[in-house]
């Protein structure tokens, strides 16, 4: 059985950072939250808790369906050692949903991009960044440009299964034949061959954000993907 799990390395000094540049305009006045101050974590507080798992989806009959809302953490709701964030997600989440699938399976996937944006461009405007081969903004307030990958997994990168290549907008879109942009929600259908091998892997977008810096959001890079093959009879 596959299963997507989360990696739970993520930097934050640059977290922290990211926090900090106005991601919105709206947010660029506001005083800076005390507990976000950069400080040495209070491990009796902090520290010692106990492990939570992510939410957990499985496959039913062959088929696992999933619905990934890109959105902002509430700072309220979202909180890293006391500091509210605010920060991109899967369905608001620090870490995205495991996803449990069985060779042979069919991952159908709805991948709606709800991180607005600010300012007049159009979608292709906002997307289409001479900056980055796959779309994308050097400036963090503009990395709301999404899509999806399964990272390590041998599965089609065509069509709607993992490509790379196309783009979701960070507003409701629909797609049209002279547009190099995906519908905002994006269906992925992607098929897991009878032969994939078990492993842990994870999903995350491959556009947004130059190679220096994408690894910073908190939604990038933050679930994976495992499979379990089928039980063997025993042999006597």
């Not at 950069?38 to 010692?48: F, P």
Request: glycine share 8%; net charge positive.
């Amino acid at each position: 059985m596959f299963y997507f799990t989360a990696t739970r390395t993520a930097l934050l000094a640059l977290i922290a950072g990211l926090h900090s540049m106005p991601i919105l305009a709206d947010t660029t006045d506001t005083p800076s939250d005390p507990a976000c101050i950069y400080q040495e974590t209070d491990l009796k507080t902090y520290g010692g808790q106990a492990y939570a798992a992510p939410e957990e989806i499985k496959s039913v009959n062959g088929q696992l369906t999933a619905k990934l809302n890109v959105v902002f953490t509430e700072p309220a709701k979202t909180k890293i050692a006391g500091c509210g964030v605010t920060l991109r997600s899967y369905n608001g989440k620090l870490v995205g949903p495991t996803l449990r699938v069985k060779p042979g399976d069919t991952l159908n996937i709805t991948l709606n991009n709800a991180l607005g944006q600010t300012g007049k461009l159009t979608p292709e405007q906002l997307c289409n960044n001479p900056h980055d081969a796959f779309g994308g903004s050097p400036l963090p307030d503009k990395f709301n440009c999404t899509n999806l990958h399964t990272h390590g997994m041998h599965v089609s990168p065509s069509g709607d299964a993992d490509n790379i290549l196309v783009m979701v907008p960070p507003v409701p879109y629909k797609n049209s034949k002279n547009s190099s942009l995906s519908a905002n929600p994006r269906q992925i259908t992607i098929n897991i061959p009878k032969t994939h091998g078990p492993g842990t892997y994870w999903y995350h977008p491959m556009c947004m954000v130059p190679p220096a810096s994408k690894w910073a959001a908190a939604w990038k890079a933050r679930s994976s993907l495992r499979t379990i093959p089928p039980k063997r009879p025993n042999r006597s």
